[in-house]
Protein backbone atom coordinates (compact mmCIF):
# COMPACT_ATOMS: atom_id res chain seq x y z
CA UNK A 1 0.00 0.00 0.00
CA UNK A 2 1.15 3.88 -0.41
CA UNK A 3 2.61 5.54 2.67
CA UNK A 4 0.91 7.36 4.54
CA UNK A 5 -2.77 6.29 2.90
CA UNK A 6 -5.77 3.90 4.73
CA UNK A 7 -5.85 1.08 3.64
CA UNK A 8 -9.67 1.38 2.84
CA UNK A 9 -8.71 4.27 0.66
CA UNK A 10 -7.09 1.94 -1.20
CA UNK A 11 -9.81 -1.07 -1.50
CA UNK A 12 -12.35 1.09 -2.32
CA UNK A 13 -9.88 2.86 -4.97
CA UNK A 14 -9.08 -0.26 -5.94
CA UNK A 15 -12.79 -1.61 -6.38
CA UNK A 16 -14.10 1.53 -8.26
CA UNK A 17 -11.24 0.97 -10.72
CA UNK A 18 -12.31 -2.41 -11.13
CA UNK A 19 -15.93 -2.01 -11.36
CA UNK A 20 -15.54 0.71 -14.02
CA UNK A 21 -12.94 -0.80 -15.67
CA UNK A 22 -15.35 -4.16 -15.89
CA UNK A 23 -18.24 -1.68 -16.89
CA UNK A 24 -16.23 -0.22 -19.65
CA UNK A 25 -15.09 -3.71 -20.67
CA UNK A 26 -18.88 -4.56 -20.47
CA UNK A 27 -19.92 -1.78 -23.37
CA UNK A 28 -16.87 -2.69 -25.58
CA UNK A 29 -18.18 -6.73 -25.79
CA UNK A 30 -21.78 -5.06 -26.87
CA UNK A 31 -20.00 -3.30 -29.23
CA UNK A 32 -18.39 -5.88 -30.92
CA UNK A 33 -21.95 -8.65 -30.24
CA UNK A 34 -24.60 -6.68 -31.28
CA UNK A 35 -25.26 -6.54 -35.36
CA UNK A 36 -26.57 -3.77 -36.19
CA UNK A 37 -24.80 -0.25 -35.92
CA UNK A 38 -27.96 1.05 -34.27
CA UNK A 39 -27.64 -1.46 -31.42
CA UNK A 40 -23.86 -1.41 -31.25
CA UNK A 41 -24.06 2.57 -30.65
CA UNK A 42 -25.39 2.19 -27.32
CA UNK A 43 -23.22 -0.21 -25.28
CA UNK A 44 -20.25 1.30 -25.46
CA UNK A 45 -22.24 4.57 -24.80
CA UNK A 46 -23.66 3.38 -21.37
CA UNK A 47 -20.35 1.53 -20.79
CA UNK A 48 -18.07 4.44 -21.52
CA UNK A 49 -20.11 6.67 -18.83
CA UNK A 50 -21.02 4.46 -16.06
CA UNK A 51 -17.26 2.88 -16.24
CA UNK A 52 -15.27 6.51 -16.45
CA UNK A 53 -17.82 7.73 -13.76
CA UNK A 54 -16.07 4.83 -11.54
CA UNK A 55 -12.87 5.94 -11.91
CA UNK A 56 -13.37 9.33 -11.65
CA UNK A 57 -14.81 8.54 -8.35
CA UNK A 58 -12.24 6.90 -7.18
CA UNK A 59 -9.77 9.46 -8.26
CA UNK A 60 -11.28 12.01 -6.53
CA UNK A 61 -11.39 9.98 -3.23
CA UNK A 62 -7.85 8.59 -4.07
CA UNK A 63 -5.95 12.20 -4.23
CA UNK A 64 -8.67 14.34 -2.02
CA UNK A 65 -6.96 11.66 0.90
CA UNK A 66 -3.67 12.10 -0.19
CA UNK A 67 -3.65 15.69 -0.45
CA UNK A 68 -5.98 16.23 2.77
CA UNK A 69 -8.08 18.91 0.76
CA UNK A 70 -10.98 18.22 -1.35
CA UNK A 71 -10.30 17.48 -5.07
CA UNK A 72 -13.04 18.14 -7.27
CA UNK A 73 -11.20 18.96 -11.16
CA UNK A 74 -12.54 14.92 -11.81
CA UNK A 75 -16.33 16.34 -11.32
CA UNK A 76 -15.67 18.56 -14.51
CA UNK A 77 -14.12 15.89 -16.56
CA UNK A 78 -17.49 13.70 -15.68
CA UNK A 79 -19.42 16.56 -16.74
CA UNK A 80 -17.73 16.95 -20.12
CA UNK A 81 -17.78 13.25 -20.97
CA UNK A 82 -21.52 12.73 -19.71
CA UNK A 83 -22.78 15.40 -21.59
CA UNK A 84 -21.04 14.75 -24.41
CA UNK A 85 -21.25 11.02 -24.40
CA UNK A 86 -25.25 11.06 -25.49
CA UNK A 87 -24.77 14.08 -27.59
CA UNK A 88 -22.14 11.95 -29.98
CA UNK A 89 -24.85 9.07 -30.06
CA UNK A 90 -27.33 10.87 -31.12
CA UNK A 91 -25.10 12.54 -33.85
CA UNK A 92 -23.77 9.58 -35.02
CA UNK A 93 -27.45 7.61 -35.36
CA UNK A 94 -29.13 11.11 -37.12
CA UNK A 95 -26.60 10.46 -39.63
CA UNK A 96 -27.04 6.97 -40.43
CA UNK A 97 -30.48 7.34 -40.67
CA UNK A 98 -29.80 10.25 -43.22
CA UNK A 99 -27.71 7.63 -44.87
CA UNK A 100 -29.74 5.01 -44.75
CA UNK A 101 -32.35 7.31 -46.21
CA UNK A 102 -30.82 8.51 -49.48
CA UNK A 103 -30.02 4.74 -49.59
CA UNK A 104 -33.52 3.91 -50.20
CA UNK A 105 -33.84 2.28 -46.98
CA UNK A 106 -37.36 3.28 -45.85
CA UNK A 107 -37.47 0.89 -43.22
CA UNK A 108 -36.85 1.97 -39.70
CA UNK A 109 -34.44 -0.11 -37.66
CA UNK A 110 -35.55 -2.69 -35.76
CA UNK A 111 -35.16 -2.80 -31.95
CA UNK A 112 -31.67 -4.43 -30.96
CA UNK A 113 -33.96 -6.90 -28.23
CA UNK A 114 -35.71 -8.12 -31.72
Known amino acids: MTP ?6 AVLT ?3 VLLGSILTLIGTIGLLRFKSFYARVHAPTIGTTLGIGCVLIASI ?6 Q ?6 EVLIM ?10 LM ?3 KAALHRDKDAGKDHMPSHPAD
Open 4 to 9: GLPDWV
Open 79 to 88: IFVTVTTPIT
Open 61 to 66: IYFSVL
Open 91 to 93: LLV
Open 14 to 16: AIL
Open 68 to 73: SRPVFH
